[in-house]
């Protein structure tokens, strides 16, 4: 149990990570091509 909770532990944060930078870069780039249309 000792092995798998740190597992469970370890993996939590970079699940967590994956999904943010899933999120944030599809608008960071959305951002920058707006950005440019603009000027």
Do not use: C, E, H
């Amino acid at each position: 149990m000792a092995g798998l909770s740190g597992q469970i532990s370890l993996t939590v944060p970079v699940l967590l990570t994956a999904q943010v930078l899933w999120v944030i870069i599809p608008l960071v780039l959305a951002a920058g091509i707006f950005r440019k249309r603009q000027i």
